[in-house]
């Protein structure tokens, strides 16, 4: 079972203790939340590369040179 540590700094002493069902449940729903924003920061992330891949192509393709176009997306 997950545990948790509780430190008194008045006496500096150190305490082990297991999670309560509602604190593993707050965890597993913040483990949750957090994988979710994480796909969702990639997915976006994906999508902002593919774009930019995607504008560098069309002016490739209107004739600007690689150096051109690089210069330009810097």
């Given at each position: 079972?997950?545990?948790?540590l509780i430190?008194?700094?008045s006496t500096g002493v150190t305490t082990e203790v297991e999670?309560?069902?509602?604190?593993i449940?707050?965890?597993q729903a913040d483990a949750a939340a957090y994988a979710a924003a994480e796909a969702e920061r990639e997915a976006v992330e994906q999508a902002r590369l593919a774009a930019k891949g995607a504008a560098e192509q069309k002016l490739l393709?209107?004739?600007?040179?690689?150096?051109?176009?690089a210069a330009l997306t810097k």
């Open positions: 079972m997950p545990t948790k430190v008194d700094c999670l309560t069902a509602e604190e449940a707050q965890m393709s209107l004739g600007l040179t690689a150096e051109e176009v």
